[in-house]
């Protein structure tokens, strides 16, 4: 064990794997269950359970890691990503989440079926899980493995696949029942976890006034100029957006708890409350970057976290609960990632080729699925080699590149009434390879050598930028294919699904009585404390 834990500090985190465990096992001997039941939690999930499951799945060690790591180097502006998740958050509640759950389907790409045919659904459903494996499985695995060996000396692979087994076995078995009860108990947990990191950082530093008076005024500034390398203003509000609408909304990841949700009411005001949640990683994550840049003079990257650990002075059994708040993370989001997965291969690869199946068959087929998942993610482990430093600044990199055609068709298919859907495919083939062109790029700079300046030039354009390019180059694929070459096809597709109408939301909150009253205040409520938060940090 490593130097400062104790018996104690052992006993909790062995305490938080035994009461997981518990939890999850708990609805792994049901024999009742149904493709509802295994999948979407028999959708009797309160507003509590869907924001709190929502925030536990996305709260990853990457973040611990790499918000952390960012935060030292740069200071509050990473706090940025966070922020723009919580207004998508809220446009989920109140927009998009009635559209998918008055569709009736039970996935994204199911929805796309629905509103382009048939031609979207397989391959998104696939798409979707390779960039589980990619964006958030290894990942996952490269920022805990850097945590534990760091702090106990345990190998990156031991650990993963000792963590990939153990939530393995309950999301197995208990499907997103296991999952969902265990995320509300790990997203406790993390948060503990999270802000005991900081209350004993500010205190080992002096207090926050104390810190402000360490570190550079530039790094309490969340609006960098536009040339800035990393946070330009500019990338940030019309950039992270598009990442973030791709990362909450279209989405099965997050989008199987909105329709896990007993009611309408339940997954509006459960968005809400995710989105009320997302404010604290810019202190539990961030903030502990910038304690550890001014005790350790400047040190940032991705030993951030685990160093803040080490150097600072916890009473008895603290360390424990911290680490087990990182473990909470890594979980939480594994059992996301293979009961998401197993859903998207059950209801949108095996069903429409399958036709009829029983409820037995589809759970079945979903566990088969999960374990499958398994599997993969302990083959995967070996490719966290391909995983950089400054981890957070390469995930959001990798998802400004992944995110902007799936975005823009989206869009479209909340917005439109008709759609080609060829155009809808060939919007998804053509942008996912212009912006795997882009990554290629910018991860392996001398490939560059072989085109002209112009790709080359590329290279120094901020990713977030980019992102911007590539959303506006899929719109235009996607007019272009379907109102001019498949203008035809576009027109003669009649399609009766739920789709945007402002001017019903604008009537809904007209109307409104006590209930979307409450609402409305609480989300005008999120907005004031962002506004807060941007206020005291732009100085």
């Known amino acids: 064990?490593?130097?400062?834990?104790?018996?104690?500090?052992?006993?909790?985190?062995?305490?938080?794997?035994?009461?997981?465990?518990?939890?999850g096992f708990r609805y792994a001997g049901k024999k009742d269950q149904t493709f509802q039941r295994y999948f979407f939690a028999g959708n009797d999930l309160g507003w509590f359970a869907v924001g709190m499951?929502?925030?536990?799945?996305?709260?990853?060690?990457e973040h611990f890691v790499g918000l952390a790591g960012a935060g030292a180097s740069r200071g509050m502006a990473v706090g940025q990503f966070e922020l723009m998740a919580i207004f998508v958050l809220v446009i989920l509640g109140w927009v998009i989440a009635p559209i998918y759950m008055k569709s009736s389907v039970s996935t994204t790409p199911e929805f796309l079926e629905q509103r382009f045919g048939r031609l979207l659904r397989g391959p998104f459903a696939s798409l979707s899980i390779v960039l589980y494996i990619f964006t958030k499985m290894i990942v996952a695995f490269f920022?805990?493995?850097?945590?534990f060996n760091r702090l106990f000396g345990v190998n990156v692979y031991t650990s993963a696949i000792v963590i990939v087994l153990l939530t393995g076995l309950y999301s197995v078995f208990g499907g997103a029942s296991a999952v969902i009860k265990t995320g509300i108990f790990q997203g406790f947990v993390l948060i503990l976890g999270g802000l005991l990191l900081t209350i004993f950082g500010l205190k080992e530093v002096g207090g926050f006034a104390q810190l402000k008076r360490d570190?550079?005024?530039?790094?309490?500034?969340?609006?960098?100029p536009m040339s800035d390398p990393d946070y330009p203003w500019t990338g940030i509000l019309f950039g992270a957006p598009i990442v973030a609408f791709w990362y909450w909304v279209t989405d099965q990841y997050f989008i199987q708890k909105i329709l896990s949700s007993r009611n309408l009411d339940a997954a509006r005001v459960g968005s809400l409350f995710a989105a009320t949640?997302?404010?604290?990683?810019?202190?539990?994550?961030?903030?502990?970057?910038?304690?550890?840049?001014?005790?350790?003079?400047?040190?940032?990257?991705?030993q951030t976290y685990s160093m803040l650990i080490e150097g600072i002075s916890f009473p008895v059994g603290v360390k424990g609960l911290i680490l087990s708040g990182v473990l909470a993370a890594i979980m939480s989001s594994l059992a996301g990632i293979f009961n998401t997965s197993a859903l998207l291969v059950t209801n949108d690869i095996y069903l429409p080729r399958r036709g009829q199946a029983t409820d037995h068959e589809l759970v079945l087929v979903g566990r088969l699925a999960t374990l499958v998942m398994v599997m993969?993610?302990?083959?995967?482990?070996?490719?966290?080699?391909?995983?950089?430093?400054?981890?957070?600044?390469?995930l959001q990199g990798l998802q400004s590149f992944v995110s902007p055609p799936i975005t823009a068709i989206f869009l479209f298919a909340f917005v439109l009434r008709k759609g080609s859907a060829k155009a809808a495919l060939w919007t998804l083939i053509i942008g996912e390879l212009a912006g795997l062109f882009l990554l290629v790029l910018r991860l392996s700079p001398h490939v560059a050598g072989v085109f002209p300046s112009m790709p080359r030039a590329i290279?120094?354009?901020?990713?977030?930028?980019?992102?911007?390019l590539l959303f506006l180059f899929s719109i235009l694929v996607f007019v272009v294919l379907s109102y001019v070459i498949d203008r035809e096809s576009c027109l003669q597709l009649r399609v009766n699904v739920n789709h945007l109408r402002l001017s019903q939301?604008?009537?809904?909150?007209?109307?409104?009585k006590g209930r979307y009253r409450a609402s409305i205040l609480f989300s005008f409520f999120i907005f004031l404390v962002v506004a807060g938060l941007w206020n005291f940090f732009s100085k």
């Open 1 to 23: 064990m490593a130097t400062g834990f104790t018996f104690i500090d052992e006993a909790l985190i062995l305490t938080y794997l035994a009461v997981t465990m518990i939890i």
């Open 53 to 61: 499951s929502i925030f536990a799945t996305n709260i990853s060690s």
């Open 143 to 147: 920022a805990g493995g850097l945590l």
């Open 215 to 224: 570190l550079p005024s530039d790094f309490f500034c969340m609006f960098k």
């Open 277 to 302: 949640l997302k404010i604290l990683p810019v202190f539990f994550l961030v903030l502990p970057g910038l304690v550890t840049a001014a005790i350790f003079h400047g040190t940032g990257g991705d």
């Open 376 to 394: 993969v993610a302990i083959m995967s482990i070996s490719l966290v080699k391909l995983v950089s430093s400054q981890l957070y600044l390469f």
């Open 459 to 468: 290279l120094t354009v901020n990713f977030l930028h980019l992102s911007i």
């Open 505 to 512: 939301l604008f009537l809904r909150i007209r109307d409104a």
